[in-house]
């Protein structure tokens, strides 16, 4: 029974990474804009990186939220160390 428990539980985070990855190629889309339009906008890049923050917390987006991060860092330097300083709380 416990056995089973713990493989359905297994089975509904898998499924629920899945349905999240689904949303990754219209983000990432985002993010290339952002990056090739060379935009400045603070509030946007933050408010893409803190969803990008929660998928990764949920396993989903690292390579994406990194990619951003390396981008904001040319814009921010000590906005992008707070969101840095995040992503290692998440990684821990």
Do not use: C
Not at 10 to 39: A, D, G, V
Not at 44 to 56: A, D, F, G, K
């Amino acid at each position: 029974m416990e056995i089973e428990l713990i493989n359905d539980l297994k089975q509904t985070i898998e499924n629920f990474q899945k349905t999240l990855q689904q949303y990754l190629p219209s983000l990432e889309n985002e993010i290339r804009n952002i990056i090739l339009s060379k935009t400045a906008n603070k509030s946007l890049i933050e408010n893409t990186l803190n969803t990008l923050l929660s998928l990764t917390d949920m396993g989903v987006g690292k390579y994406l939220f990194v990619k951003l991060l390396d981008y904001y860092k040319t814009i921010d330097a000590d906005g992008a160390a707070f969101y840095w300083n995040e992503y290692d709380k998440v990684e821990k």
